[in-house]
């Protein structure tokens, strides 16, 4: 089946049934979007914190940070969609404290069930057997395993956390660097600078990737097999 091209596509046809590809893509999008929720208002919340002013007032503060990036007002009543909008992020911004207890929990355990079945997926597609150990409690075994995504989950964060910093800075200084260039060379300072931007977001997404498929299964997938897998997700 390796030796021609429609060989490879048949086989990666029948593998992708055999192991219920589609399947697994749905559980694995449903898990994320469960998780996507609570990420999504402790961006909220971080936001609120991080662009309050002076006068120490985070939802004006915050629907004025969120209003550059909304269309503008129709200004009729009822008839503003983005007015929904402004209303939903001023309730998350005054309520943030109360928020956050709910959601930071939320999110480790969904994150975590994303990560678990994130390894049920890659065990059954690479048949990655379980490694042998003793015999243990089944608490003590879900706790363990819990504890796995845990750690997966932090990783995951301070990958995209590095990455954010990565891209502001790449981007503050290649606006910094076309802004003082002579004006015959400050289009391609822009031109490099967007490039740097679509190979670092690439870069991240293997490095996401990578992470997701070297360490996700039950045991560690080759290096081999983990880049060409993370390589051809990014």
Not at 71 to 93: F, H, K, M, N
Not at 171 to 179: E, L
Not at 208 to 218: D, H, I, Q, S, T
């Amino acid at each position: 089946w390796h030796e021609s091209p429609w060989g490879f596509l048949r086989r990666t046809v029948y593998a992708a049934g055999e192991v219920n590809i589609p399947f697994l893509a749905s559980a694995l999008t449903f898990d994320a979007l469960l998780a996507g929720v609570p990420f999504l208002l402790l961006v909220l919340v971080g936001l609120s914190l991080f662009i309050q002013g002076p006068r120490g007032d985070a939802t004006h503060d915050l629907l004025r940070a969120i209003d550059r990036f909304l269309p503008p007002s129709v200004g009729t009543a009822g008839a503003d969609p983005s007015e929904v909008i402004r209303t939903l992020l001023g309730r998350v911004a005054e309520n943030r404290s109360r928020l956050s207890l709910y959601a930071v929990p939320l999110f480790i355990w969904f994150s975590a069930r994303l990560f678990a079945s994130a390894r049920t997926a890659l065990n059954r597609i690479y048949r990655v057997a379980t490694p042998p150990h003793k015999a243990r409690h089944f608490v003590m075994s879900f706790l363990v395993a819990k504890a796995s995504d845990v750690v997966m989950v932090g990783a995951t964060l301070l990958l995209f956390l590095l990455y954010i910093l990565v891209s502001s800075t790449f981007t503050a200084a290649f606006t910094w660097g076309a802004a003082q260039a002579d004006v015959t060379v400050a289009p391609v300072v822009a031109y490099l600078g967007r490039f740097a931007g679509v190979l670092l977001t690439f870069v991240g997404a293997l490095a996401f990737f990578l992470l997701v498929y070297r360490f996700g299964a039950a045991r560690l997938l080759r290096w081999r097999t983990a880049i060409g897998s993370a390589t051809f997700a990014a």
